[in-house]
Structure formats: C-alpha cells, structure tokens
C-alpha cells in the first residue's frame, strides 16, 4: 500500500508542470503589438497603456511597434503573415479596414476570417452634437429645422462613413445636409461650438461639452443610447436604420493554439477592466472601455461587414 501510495505522488508531482503547460501559456520571447497607426495618435496611446498593463499584470515584455498605412490594412497584411504563436498581435479599427474590404475587397490579400481575434478595447460612441442653444433638442426637431431651411443645415464630420449614415437619413426625411469635412473630431466641435456648422459627428470629445452644457446630444449614432445623455434617442429607434461602431480590436495570425488564444484573451481582458486602463482611456481618449471578448469581436466584424456594404451599395446607387 505504502509503495502505491508513493508511486502515485510520485505521478502527480510528474503530471504537474504538463497540466500547469496545457493550462498557462507564457511566450518565450516579447510579444509584438503592432499599432496600424503613426505614433502620438489616439490609437498609438491606446495601444502602449494595454502593453503597459499587460506587462505589469502578467509579466510579460510587450513592444509596441507602430505600422501605418491605409488606416491599419499595412499591418493587417503584415500580420496575416506571421506565425500564429502568440509573440505577434496587431490593433486596428474597424472602420477603415470595413470600408476598404467593401470597396476593394478583391485587392486585399485578406479578409475578415484571415486572422483570429482576442477582444476590442473600446468602442467609439458617435454622437450626433449641436450647441446648447439651437432651436431644437431632437433628431425629430433637427429634421423640422432642416425641412424649413431653404439652404438645409450644414454638418460637420472627419471620415466618410459618417457621411454614409447620414446622407441616406436627409434622403429618407427630405432634407438637405452639407456635408463640411474636419481633420478630427475636436476639430468638429470647435466648428459647431463657434457656430460654423450646425451639428458635428464626434466620436468621444464631445463627452465633456456635454456635461458641462456647452454642447447638447441630439442623437447617437450607436446601436444603444449613450450612458451620459440616456435621453438622446439612437438613430434606429426614431425609424433610420442607420448605426456606427467604431471599434479598436487586436487580431492575430489565423490558427492560435487554445490555449494561447485564451491566455492573451485573459491578459487583454485583465488589462482593459482594469481601474487604471478605464480611468486613463477616459482620461486621454474620453472613451469608454468595452471589450467584447474573442467571439464578440469576430461577430462585431461580421455584421460590420454587412452593415458597410450596404451602405457602400447605397451610396454607389446614387452615384
């Protein structure tokens, strides 16, 4: 009994490291996140505070290394490329690399199921402002502004899928927009909070005019409403099916083992719930962490996908 009893500790304790391995991975060398953006941007800051926490919580070196080029399809062709070990993930948005796979998705060596994904770090909420005195406080009223205006009302935006969801939302209600391309989203609200154009498209700067009455939300243009103006209804609910989400995401080369894909799905997961991550994305970005996890990110892309070609389609039909 004494000498069965020995031999099976003697098994466990040999069995250890082996499950300790299938349960944990920890890359052998640094893990390269690469950025499909120039440094100093908002995607670049986003990126090296994940690689930060990231390497504060598990011990990990993360080098950060900014790819840029066509709005991240630069690095997304790079990173379909390597080897799918864990020790190379890339951060993109969404948005551009939707709008260029529906556009010219014959031309790219990818596609949307090229890569595996390990979760989103937040979600831009675009919102459609006006100043807090316009004449109206609605989508509804908008439109009855814009209706009685012989000249229609100017919009202030800074990527053309803006344009794409409200261009079919004037042609639904019979109004007319004109449309006033900005370098940035703070450079939107500077344009509409001095009166230049009469509604801007922000994507997370506007957070703070609005609370602090400078600016008022009339719409969201996400698929729900917006946790600091929960009574500016979503485009959606007021009958135009219309909706934006940029999200920013980190991908992988297709075919990560298991048990990889689930120990950077923790290490991104434990980085942006985080206090210090949502305190300082806030902070920098005005932006609200929200990640969607692995599966929630490739269902995120997919509907992405429909969602742009059709807007893509409408937009060539009126061309």
């Known amino acids: 009994m004494k000498k069965a009893l020995t031999f099976f500790t003697l098994a466990c304790l040999m069995l250890m490291p082996l499950i300790a391995q299938a349960q944990e991975w920890s ?3 640094p893990v390269k996140l690469q950025i499909g953006f120039g ?3 908002s ?8 690689a930060a926490k990231i390497e504060e919580n598990t011990g990990w070196n993360v ?6 080029g066509g709005g991240g399809i630069a690095m997304l062709s790079t990173l379909m490329r390597q080897k799918p070990d864990g020790q190379t993930i890339g951060l993109g948005v969404n948005m551009p690399v939707l709008l260029n796979l529906a556009h010219r998705g014959d031309k790219l060596p990818f596609k949307i199921d090229s890569f595996d994904y390990i979760g989103t770090i937040l979600r831009g909420e675009i919102a459609m402002v006006a100043r807090s005195d316009a004449p109206f406080n609605t989508l509804e009223e908008l439109l009855s502004f814009a209706a009685e205006s012989k000249d229609g009302i100017t919009v202030a935006f800074d990527a053309k899928p803006q344009q794409m969801v409200m261009e079919p939302v004037a042609e639904q209600a019979g109004v007319k927009f004109k449309f006033v391309t900005h370098k940035s989203g703070a450079e939107q609200i500077q344009s509409v909070l001095g009166g230049h154009t009469t509604i801007a498209l922000p994507a997370g700067g506007h957070i703070k005019y609005v609370k602090s009455g400078d600016l008022k939300m009339i719409a969201s243009l996400s698929k729900d409403r917006h946790s600091y103006a929960p ?4 485009l959606i609910e007021s009958g135009y099916n219309f909706s934006l989400e940029p999200y920013f ?3 992988a080369p297709k ?6 894909k689930d120990a950077l799905a923790k290490a991104l997961d434990d980085a942006v719930n985080s206090d210090s991550v949502k305190e300082a994305l806030f902070n920098t970005l005005t932006a609200t962490a929200r990640n969607l996890g692995p599966e929630g990110t490739l269902e995120m892309l997919q509907q992405g996908e429909v969602d742009i070609l059709a807007l893509v389609n409408k937009d060539k039909e009126k061309k």
Do not use: S
């Not at 080098?63 to 840029?68: L, R």
């Not at 009574?231 to 979503?234: H, I, L, P, V």
């Open 27 to 29: 890359p052998k060398h």
């Open 63 to 68: 080098v950060v290394e900014n790819k840029p």
């Open 231 to 234: 009574d500016a209804k979503t």
């Open 249 to 251: 995401y980190i991908a």
């Open 39 to 41: 440094a100093g941007g």
């Open 255 to 260: 075919g990560l083992p298991t048990e990889i």
């Open 43 to 50: 995607t670049d800051i986003m990126g090296r505070l994940i």
